[in-house]
């Protein structure tokens, strides 16, 4: 079975970097027509999707985030890692991990990592 697990800083502050990882056991990110996305969850709201990376390294942003957001993988340890630029307390949220079954459809998720921006 198919098992994410996302990591990274609790506390970024206004302005910075904010950079997390998802490394996925039980399966590869290369097998053939796998996406994986980041989605994030700010508090009191939905989710919102953030992008993807295909399993040959392509990617898809939301238009809303493209112009801040990055995504890469690391074949070696099985992982795929987000980067958001600039970020600002708006960007508080609690961000997954997860494998597309299709674009916008999820089977896979990890448990999700809480990220608070603030100074």
């Known amino acids: 079975q198919v098992q994410l697990q996302e990591s990274g800083p609790g506390l970024v502050k206004p302005s910075q970097t904010l950079s997390l990882t998802c490394t996925v056991s039980g399966g590869s990110i290369t097998t053939n027509k796998n996406l994986w996305s980041w989605i994030r969850q700010p508090p009191g709201k939905g989710l919102e999707w953030i992008g993807y990376?295909?399993?040959?390294?392509?990617?898809f942003y939301s238009p809303s985030l493209k112009s801040r957001t990055s995504m890469s993988r690391d074949t070696s340890k099985n992982q795929i890692t987000l980067q958001l630029s600039s970020v600002t307390p708006e960007d508080t949220a609690v961000y997954f991990c997860a494998r597309d079954v299709s674009p916008g459809s999820w089977d896979y998720w990890g448990q999700g990592t809480q990220v608070t921006v603030s100074s």
């Open positions: 990376i295909t399993y040959s390294g392509s990617t």
